[in-house]
């Protein structure tokens, strides 16, 4: 018998934060750890520029998931290229489980900017062997704080790759990125307010022998307080040759989210909206009766935390009430998300437990 425990994770429609900032004090910690989900951005809207924007990736389609950890440069096997370095992050390879870290890239933090100094790549899938060790003479400011909208920085870096080979590669270029937009971010999972976007350009040169290429890598990047990587991105390689672009996408996983709080301004409808909806038996024996007054409900979604829609109510409810049959599903968390009225959405937070 399957019992469910609801968990109200509540948001809807309301004014935004605009003083939302990525400040200098959410910089990366060693310990810090984070797991992201990969998809095909092909043909994905980007959305607009501006405040009180809203980006709705909620239908995305993961394929496949990597970690990336924060350590000690000091205790890394190529930490000593690194000296002034005081974070490292290593990304391990896409479906590995922290057994083949395939790049470690080395920064430092000052009082207001996380800059990169250099980067090692290992072979994949194994992480075994050394491709090479780039060290850059000219560092990349790859963050200013604090973050906030309307921000920008303009940052000319170069480096050199010392290979396995004994070949030595010369790149040089800019990093160039503006805090472009704030809004409602709504993902598979859940909706988070008071996020940033960063719209960023990394374009340079590199030189390797007598061959010498233009790498660009056109990216949308968003943020919010107190996480220090984006929990959404959006990237585009430009094709230098002529080609089609490459886009592809990474989102955090719901697991790394769970602690967000909820904005700290507009609660007034959600308030309202909440208060009106009922959802019982809790706990339940396999099916769930959700109950709104005042409005009809409109969809009902139960979606995994991979992001994965395991049960809908499809198209229009036009009722004031509706029950779900959760027979069948896993032990596990999930998040059941009710649209209602005017686009006005919850979300729960449901555990299933099958004991």
């Known amino acids: 018998m399957k019992k469910l425990y609801l968990v109200a994770m509540a948001s809807c429609l309301g004014m935004l934060n605009m003083e939302a900032q990525v400040k200098f004090s959410d910089v990366p910690k060693i310990g810090d750890t984070y797991t992201m989900h990969v998809f095909d951005a092909s043909g994905m809207a980007v959305g607009g520029a501006g405040k009180d924007q809203t980006w709705d990736f909620s239908t995305l389609n993961y394929q496949d998931t990597f970690d990336f950890e924060v350590v000690d440069p000091k205790k890394e096997p190529e930490g000593n290229n690194f000296s002034s370095a005081d974070i490292a992050v290593i990304r391990y390879s896409i479906g590995a489980s922290k057994i083949s ?196 409900l409109r969809e009902i979604t139960v979606i995994d935390l991979t992001g994965k829609t395991v049960m809908a109510i499809p198209g229009t409810i036009d009722s004031h009430s509706a029950t779900l049959n959760l027979e069948g599903l896993s032990s596990g968390a999930y998040y059941l998300r009710i649209v209602a009225g005017d686009d006005n959405i919850l979300n729960h937070k449901v555990i299933v437990d099958s004991h």
């Open 101 to 296: 870290a395939y790049n470690t890239h080395y920064y430092k933090t000052g009082s207001s900017t996380l800059t990169k100094i250099g980067r090692v790549d290992k072979t994949r899938p194994t992480g075994g062997t050394i491709i090479y060790i780039n060290k850059f003479g000219d560092e990349e400011i790859q963050m200013k704080f604090p973050m906030e909208f309307g921000a920008k920085n303009l940052d000319a870096w170069n480096g050199g790759y010392n290979t396995s080979t004994g070949m030595t590669t010369w790149s040089a270029g800019q990093n160039d990125y503006e805090v472009d937009a704030i809004g409602k971010l709504v993902l598979p999972s859940r909706i988070i307010y008071d996020v940033l976007r960063v719209k960023r350009t990394r374009k340079y040169i590199r030189t390797k022998g007598s061959s010498t290429g233009v790498v660009e890598r056109k990216l949308h990047e968003w943020y919010v307080p107190t996480i220090p990587f984006p929990i959404f991105a959006i990237v585009e390689e430009v094709n230098s040759g002529g080609g089609a672009n490459r886009y592809i996408g990474y989102a955090m996983a719901a697991e790394e989210l769970k602690d967000l709080k909820e904005p700290s301004t507009g609660t007034t409808e959600f308030a309202s909206l909440s208060n009106r909806v009922t959802v019982f038996p809790n706990p339940t024996n396999d099916r769930l009766t959700v109950k709104l007054e005042g409005e009809t």
